[in-house]
C-alpha cells in the first residue's frame, strides 16, 4: 500500500481482489483498506480455512476471474501464481482478464518471471521429479534428498505484459525487480493502472 501510494493509485478503496490467495493471509491485511475484499484460489481446502480465519472477506474457488465483471476492483493482487500455470498464454489470458476486472483508476499488481534461461527452460529436476514418482519413489524422498521439485515455472516477457495493458486501456506503472531475483529466472512485480 505504501507502492501504491507513491504511484498515487488506486484513485478509489472500495473492492480489492486477492488472486492466488490461498488461506486469506493477504485478503486480510488488504481488508484493513478497502470496503470489500474477495479471494481466488483453485484449492478448496485452503479457501475452507480462509472463510473460518477471515469471515469478512469473500472467497470464491476459481482458476480465473472470469466470475467478477469488468471494472469491479480497485486493486488486484498476485504473487507466486502466475509463474506456475501450464504455460505462458495461460499466464498472458489471466492477466488480461484482470486488467479486464480492474477499475478505472485502479491498480493491479502481480509477480512473475519475465525470463528463464535457456538452460532452466528444460525444467530437467521436474521431469525426474515426475518420472521417478510415476516409478513409486515418495514425494518426500524426492523433493527433500534428492531436491526435485514437482513445479512447472514459466515467464512472460515484459513486451508481451505492456503489449495486454495497452489493449486493455491500460498502463504498465512501474516494474519492481529488487528482492526478486531468483538463481534461474529474472522475476518482477508489475504495476499497472486502467485510464479513468
Known amino acids: 500500500m505504501e507502492k501504491a501510494a507513491t504511484l498515487g493509485v488506486p484513485l478509489a478503496r472500495q473492492r480489492a481482489l486477492d488472486f492466488g490467495c490461498g488461506v486469506g ?27 473460518r480465519l477471515n469471515p469478512s472477506c469473500e472467497f470464491r474457488q476459481a482458476s480465473s476471474l472470469e466470475s467478477f465483471p469488468s471494472n469491479y476492483a480497485d486493486l488486484i493482487y498476485s504473487s507466486l501464481v502466475l509463474q506456475h500455470q501450464p504455460d505462458p498464454e495461460s499466464a498472458r489470458r489471466i492477466i488480461d482478464d484482470m486488467l479486464r476486472v480492474l477499475a478505472p483508476g485502479g491498480l493491479l499488481v502481480f509477480q512473475i518471471p519475465l ?17 521417478l514418482h510415476a516409478l513409486g519413489l ?29 489493449r486493455q486501456g491500460c498502463t504498465v506503472l512501474n516494474v519492481d525487480q529488487s528482492g526478486v531475483r531468483g538463481k534461474e529466472y529474472v522475476s518482477a512485480f508489475v504495476y499497472c493502472s486502467k485510464s479513468v
Not at 527433500?144 to 505484459?161: A, F, G, H, T, Y
Open 115 to 131: 525470463s528463464i534461461p535457456w538452460r532452466n527452460r528444460l525444467q530437467v529436476r521436474r521431469r525426474l521429479y515426475r518420472a
Open 25 to 51: 493471509r493477504l485478503t486480510r491485511a488488504l481488508r484493513e483498506h478497502f470496503a470489500e475484499c474477495h479471494g481466488v484460489d483453485i484449492s478448496s481446502s485452503m479457501l475452507e480455512m480462509a472463510q
Open 138 to 166: 515418495p514425494h518426500t524422498f524426492l523433493y527433500q534428498r534428492l531436491k526435485l521439485n514437482p513445479i512447472r515455472m514459466i515467464s512472460v516477457p515484459l513486451l508481451d505484459i505492456q503489449t495486454i495493458a495497452s
